[in-house]
């Protein structure tokens, strides 16, 4: 009966110093925010809390401003965004420097964004 006691105090401990780290890391990329994509009329607002919420991707381009709306959340290494239509993508995220990111993925290959 220690032994469980032991055993389910130490995961406790372990699970708590996970979340905390990962909520640290998360702050320090201070996601949310207006960033700007190197390719030019790309725009991308982030909004809510360090781990997700809602997002804008304006795109200007020769036929006018297109814009995708949706939901974000960070997956591990990984941004997920969602569109209002329901439609789902993942991109790799990096972190180069502070105020600016890389996103590689669906609809969004090998982007760098700065922060605006």
């Known amino acids: 009966m220690r032994l469980l006691v032991l055993l ?3 995961g406790a401990v372990v699970w708590a110093l ?6 640290e890391r998360l702050a320090r990329l201070e996601l949310v925010g207006r960033w700007a994509c190197e390719e030019a009329g790309v725009e991308l607002l982030l909004e809510g809390s360090a781990s997700g919420g809602t997002y804008e991707e304006r795109v200007r381009g020769a ?4 814009r995708e709306r949706g939901r974000w959340r ?10 209002d239509a329901g439609e789902v993508s993942r991109c790799e995220l990096r972190a180069f420097a502070p105020g600016r990111m890389g996103l ?4 969004r290959a090998q982007r760098i964004y700065e922060r605006r």
Do not use: K, N
């Open 18 to 23: 996970r979340r905390s780290l990962r909520e």
């Open 63 to 66: 036929a006018g401003v297109s």
């Open 8 to 10: 389910a105090l130490v």
């Open 74 to 83: 960070v997956d591990g290494d990984a941004l997920e965004f969602t569109t």
């Open 104 to 107: 590689h993925g669906a609809g």
